[in-house]
């Protein structure tokens, strides 16, 4: 699955912001590619509205 940053995290609760660099983005444009299972969905669904996903 990969994951784009297009949202800033200026303004989003700490705990997103953590889960965004958990999954490597940290400014907006980063794109990481990452496994799709069920505890990368969960971390996805935590900050779905900063994020692109294609699978």
């Known amino acids: 699955m990969k994951i784009t940053l297009v949202k800033s995290l200026i303004g989003a609760k700490k705990d997103q912001i953590a ?10 444009g980063d794109t ?4 799709d299972n069920a505890q990368t969905a969960g ?3 935590k900050i779905v509205h900063l994020v692109a996903v294609e699978k």
């Open 19 to 28: 889960t965004a660099y958990a999954l490597g983005l940290k400014k907006i």
């Open 32 to 35: 990481t590619e990452q496994p």
């Open 43 to 45: 971390k996805v669904h």
